[in-house]
């Protein structure tokens, strides 16, 4: 990889190549290590101290292999049938397990007609298996492989998804489920649960999604600088939304969600559109089901693998015990729904009683729901549509639990301080962080440079007038003084979060928000470590 400031081989760019050209290409990138001068000396992915870093974490002596295969895919969504692009054949990738301690390889295929590749949802991980493309990884070519190789550190529940454009928002994603050896949590098994929007294949592409939102609320002889879902959605003729997803699409306006507002949120709720909201990628009347018998403790671990929907996750009448968030344990809290942002995880236990118990997650300000079902063999299943529409009580989300003692990070003055103003808007589609949109072919422009050992202080203070759930990869971080270990977390509008990190993880790493649409355009950077 190059450590100068423009980087040569960007993702659009790349895909213009030709493979032998790319090849070429990627070669001279990967072996040009000397920094320009002037310019910080940056730990690249191919740094023997990345290597080093990894020796230092705990091995068992155990290796997990799995093999997987993207490509595209001929499935049904609520019966309908989809042409998408998915893993080994389905829109419901595998669940991989392991242990923390052992090392996991995952030998990918690419059977796609473009480039993918693999990023490792929360896991802190060796830079150069992270998966991002022409940051820590060359892309993997169509037709060609690459084998992911690393330990596994921290237990918990985590997931894997494709990191090249719009892809996640088709089905190129899974569960990562890392058991604890020492596991303290009393419970008689997991259900993993992952949740997501759909529109796939139903109402157009991801990528015409990013078409249209791309060109902003603008229209031919109209002006609306600074306009937000809520001015916009009462100022101008608003046609049904066909996917009935809250608010309702504008004038002329196939995919863009107007008016689709969370007071839980501070705001709104979401840009876009979707059909559906799938439950383990079935739709509410195709809905999983759990069998269980009453009494049994059920540990949920739920994913939230959306592109543009938080999902507001209970079950009627009966509370959860929130237990951890992004894999890390917190202080327990009975709570009656939890708020899952894209990319967030929550882990709950729940006591199972007789008959059918739905669980729930409903689109945060939009309309519908995705559902499952424990039964135990007795009673009716009840009809998703005599289901309750709304989750009252106590709601939170994780950024506002506590943590559990055990992981709290110590007291310790910043080394670095940086204030990540999220910028943009509706009415330009420009999102960014502290007015830049992120340029791939330029990663080092306007990098946050940070050094091995330090404790760094971040302040995500949020300019624009929607929520973004902002990710950092390769680290956790801690919210607050004694809140949640996170790795993504949820930053209301006009709202600040202040995080602290230990730098205890060499490379090139990426933060972004994990609204696909909202990264896609800018609102991405590089926290970068220097020599």
């Not at 809520?230 to 608010?247: K, N, W, Y």
Request: with cysteine; glycine share 12%; hydrophobic share 40%.
């Amino acid at each position: 990889m190059n450590n100068h400031t423009d980087h040569p081989l960007g993702r659009r760019r790349f895909l213009g190549l030709s493979v032998a050209g790319a090849a070429a290409a990627a070669l001279a990138a990967c072996t040009n290590t000397q920094p320009a001068a002037g310019l910080p000396d940056r730990v690249m992915p191919t740094d023997p101290l990345v290597a080093d870093y990894e020796t230092r974490r705990a091995f068992s002596g155990k290796t997990v292999t799995q093999k997987i295969t993207a490509g595209s895919v001929q499935a049904t969504v609520a019966g309908k049938p989809v042409t998408t692009w998915g893993y080994d054949g389905g829109i419901s990738a595998p669940t991989l397990r392991a242990t923390a301690g052992n090392r996991l390889q995952v030998a990918l295929t690419n059977q796609l007609k473009d480039v993918t590749s693999i990023h490792w949802h929360g896991l802190a991980l060796r830079n150069d298996q992270d998966g991002v493309p022409d940051l820590t990884q060359d892309p993997v070519a169509a037709g060609a492989g690459f084998t992911y190789d690393f330990r596994l550190a921290h237990p918990g529940t985590y997931w894997y998804h494709s990191h090249v454009e719009m892809q996640r928002e088709r089905a190129l994603y899974g569960a990562l489920i890392i058991e604890d050896p020492a596991e303290k949590l009393v419970y008689d098994r997991d259900w993993v649960i992952v949740l997501d929007d759909w529109m796939d294949g139903i109402t157009g592409t991801p990528d015409d999604v990013l078409k249209e939102l791309s060109a902003g609320m603008s229209m031919p002889g109209t002006s609306m600088p600074g306009m937000d879902h809520g001015t916009m959605s009462g100022s101008m003729e608003a046609s049904p939304s066909p996917s009935g997803s809250g608010g309702s699409t504008g004038m002329g306006m196939k995919h863009m969600l107007m008016g689709s507002r969370s007071e839980f949120l501070g705001g709104d709720a979401g840009d876009v559109s979707y059909p559906y909201h799938l439950f383990n990628a079935k739709a509410p009347e195709e809905a999983e089901i759990l069998t269980a018998t009453a009494g049994q403790v059920i540990r949920l671990r739920i994913i939230n693998a959306a592109g543009d929907t938080a999902y507001r996750v209970g079950i009627p009448g009966q509370k959860l015990t929130l237990t951890h968030t992004d894999g890390f344990p917190v202080q327990h809290q009975d709570a009656d729904a939890v708020v899952l942002g894209m990319g967030e995880r929550i882990d709950a236990l729940l006591t199972v009683k007789e008959g059918f118990t739905p669980v729930m997650a409903l689109p945060e300000g939009k309309t519908g729901q995705a559902l499952g079902f424990i039964s135990t063999g007795t009673g009716k299943k009840p009809l998703p549509a005599v289901l309750p529409d709304t989750l009252d009580g106590t709601v939170v989300d994780g950024g506002q639990l506590k943590a559990d003692p055990a992981v709290v990070l110590a007291a310790k003055t910043p080394d670095r301080t940086y204030e990540l103003k999220l910028t943009g808007g509706m009415a330009k589609y420009d999102w960014g962080i502290n007015g830049h949109r992120f340029d791939m072919t330029k990663p080092f422009e306007n990098a946050f440079d940070i050094k091995a050992g330090e404790r760094i202080e971040v302040k995500f203070i949020n300019d624009t007038d929607m929520w973004h759930p902002m990710h950092l990869h390769g680290h956790t971080f801690q919210v607050g003084a004694g809140g949640a270990r996170k790795d993504t977390v949820i930053v209301r509008a006009k709202q600040s979060v202040t995080v602290i990190f230990d730098a205890d993880n060499p490379g090139q790493w990426l933060t972004h928000c994990h609204n696909a649409y909202h990264a896609e355009r800018g609102m991405m950077g590089v926290f970068s470590y220097i020599k």
